[in-house]
């Protein structure tokens, strides 16, 4: 039992990703995760709104399968399948954000002053989440792709636009980490 509860090593996983983006190749379909939202928002009704949003939702369907097979499948690992459910951090980190008013860092998954519903009400909780939607939304539109569609399929089909937007993800990800975040959180989490 030990055994499930370990992290698979890069030598099984890597394979396994790479066979499946064989599979949806050989079958004309194209992985990502955003497109989904496009196609709740199809069968919602949103091409009465936006052009973008019409077209036949059924051929993506599939897709919206492997999105609740990751919802299920991160429940599955978290709740059965690991032994410790925090996520490790430097204890320099640590002493940071509890400096900084997050002092659930090491001892929750995700830090509650920022994941929860009192988390979400708080004036810094709507700034992030608005900030956050709406420079991930803007960003996975005009990049025509989401990280796991640009950096899996992208990449996998020898794509450079793909190329392109996967540094510019990584970019983008050490700037916020390094820069924005720090500044942010003393902002919006200091007493």
């Excluded at 030990?2 to 992985?31: E, S």
Aim: proline letters at 4%.
């Amino acid at each position: 039992m030990d055994l499930i509860k370990q992290p698979w090593p890069w030598y099984i996983v890597g394979p396994l990703i790479g066979l499946t983006m064989v599979a949806l190749l050989l079958n004309g379909k194209r992985f990502g995760v955003s497109r989904n939202l496009k196609t709740i928002c199809t069968i919602a009704g949103a091409g009465s709104l936006s052009d973008y949003f019409k077209g036949d939702w059924k051929k993506q369907a599939w897709n919206l399968v492997f999105i609740l097979g990751s919802m299920i499948g991160g429940y599955i690992a978290f709740n059965y399948m690991s032994d410790d459910p925090y996520v490790m951090v430097s204890e320099k980190t640590e002493a940071w954000l509890s400096s900084v008013g997050i002092e659930s860092a090491g001892t929750a998954y995700q830090p509650d002053e920022i994941f929860s519903w009192h988390g979400f009400a708080s004036n810094g909780g709507w700034v992030l989440l608005i900030i956050g939607g709406l420079l991930v939304g803007f960003g996975t539109r005009y990049a025509q792709g989401c990280t796991s569609g640009h950096a899996i399929s992208g990449l996998s089909n020898f794509q450079l636009p793909s190329l392109i937007a996967v540094i510019g993800f990584f970019a983008g990800g050490l700037i916020i980490t390094w820069l924005v975040l720090p500044w942010m959180f003393t902002w919006l989490f200091s007493a």
